[in-house]
Nanobody, 115 residues
Framework: QVQLVESGGGLVQAGGSLKLSCAASGINFKINTMRWYRQAPGKQRELVASIISTGSTNYLDSVKGRFTIARDNVKNTMYLQMNSLKPEDTAVYYC?????????WGQGTQVTVSS
């Protein structure tokens, strides 16, 4: 049974930082591409960052230079370090993995950035 559990969200002032975690079980974590998505109220879910098994990363243009995705293949955990947060980063952040063509999602963690 695949489980993805996010943590680390919260309320922060603009310019502040948060670190999200996603603990994974039930998947071969070290070979899986892992992704962070976010969904703001009234908007479509968007891909924020991804990291492949080798550690290569990709980012949404609007978060480049501010967010850093990382993975710990021993702890089966993915992270998203978010610095210089902006009010437009406010959203529910979701952890995602794809296994055998099926998408798996965590329950999401709320990030709210006040101006």
């Amino acid at each position: 049974q695949v489980q993805l559990v996010e943590s680390g969200g919260g309320l922060v002032q603009a310019g502040g930082s948060l670190k999200l975690s996603c603990a994974a079980s039930g998947i071969n974590f070290k070979i899986n591409t892992m992704r962070w998505y976010r969904q703001a109220p009234g908007k479509q879910r968007e891909l924020v960052a991804s990291i492949i098994s080798t550690g290569s990363t990709n980012y949404l243009d609007s978060v480049k230079g501010r967010f850093t995705i990382a993975r710990d293949n021993v702890k089966n955990t993915m992270y998203l370090q978010m610095n210089s947060l902006k009010p437009e980063d406010t959203a529910v952040y979701y952890c995602n993995a794809v296994m055998f063509g099926q998408d798996y999602w965590g329950q999401g963690t709320q990030v709210t950035v006040s101006s």
